[in-house]
């Protein structure tokens, strides 16, 4: 007998057409429903990775998607607590949380795609909690930066980059010559892993003007490019 895993009538009709068949045997199911995705946009600062968040959470509100955005509650960039903001000002309604297993508490059940912004500042449980995420036919939507001021992968980024199904790598621009950018250029003494700022803090940079311990002081310091 074939007959609908999710029954669930709350779905839109566009999630519905996306579940598959079961067909019941003795010793259970045959097919199993497909999944959710995870999507994980990453890149140096300035690359407009938050602003690639935003794009496609509204691209699923389009689709009729229901959604929610998380965030950790120390970036407080730009005043805002309750929203997700990108460096050119776009926004949307976010939730500050310190632990990534609240999302799950805080999840709504009508909720098709999750977002989360600024993984890298969340712990290892983040990933666990991206996985139950899509067990449950949830698509995960998450950025982060993949290196920090020194250069080095940001922790748990490259596990949460292993564990994505679509990775989408995002460049700057080099404050310096113009160039690609691929790190993020710390422009104050401080040896903190995280220090949430932004353009009076960080620069974009290409690698040949990466000095994260600032030996260079010919470079010039601009104004961050803004993509």
């Known amino acids: 007998m074939l007959f609908l895993k999710k029954t669930d009538l709350s779905v839109p009709i566009?999630?519905?057409?996306?579940?598959?068949?079961?067909?019941?045997?003795?010793?259970?199911?045959?097919?199993?429903a497909p999944f959710g995705?995870?999507?994980?946009?990453?890149?140096?600062m300035f690359s407009g990775k938050t602003e690639e968040l935003i794009k496609r959470i509204k691209r699923h509100l389009l689709q009729k998607h229901s959604y929610q955005i998380f965030k950790p509650t120390l970036d407080t960039r730009y005043g805002f607590?309750?929203?997700?903001?990108?460096?050119n000002q776009q926004k949307l309604p976010a939730i500050s949380i310190d632990d990534p297993k609240e999302i799950l508490v805080q999840l709504k059940k009508s909720v098709n795609v999750v977002g989360i912004d600024e993984a890298q500042f969340f712990s290892e449980d983040v990933i666990s909690v991206m996985n139950e995420l899509t067990e449950n036919g949830i698509d995960v939507v998450a950025s982060g930066l993949d290196t920090d001021w020194?250069?080095?992968p940001f922790h748990p980024?490259?596990?949460?980059?292993?564990?994505?199904?679509?990775?989408?790598k995002l460049y700057a621009v080099c404050s310096v010559c113009g160039s690609d950018a691929t790190r993020?250029?710390?422009?104050?003494?401080?040896?903190?892993?995280?220090?949430?700022?932004?353009?009076?803090?960080?620069q974009a940079r290409c690698r040949t003007h990466f000095d994260p311990f600032q030996k260079d002081k010919k470079d010039l310091i601009l104004k961050p490019v803004v993509i």
Do not use: W
Request: with cysteine; charged share 10%; net charge positive.
């Open 184 to 202: 993020t250029q710390r422009l104050v003494s401080s040896n903190k892993t995280v220090l949430v700022g932004a353009g009076e803090v960080y």
């Open 14 to 32: 566009q999630r519905l057409a996306c579940y598959s068949f079961y067909m019941s045997t003795s010793s259970g199911p045959l097919y199993k």
């Open 157 to 168: 980024m490259p596990l949460i980059l292993a564990n994505a199904d679509y990775i989408h």
């Open 81 to 87: 607590s309750d929203l997700v903001v990108s460096h």
């Open 37 to 44: 995705s995870i999507t994980v946009i990453t890149g140096c």
């Open 150 to 152: 020194q250069g080095r």
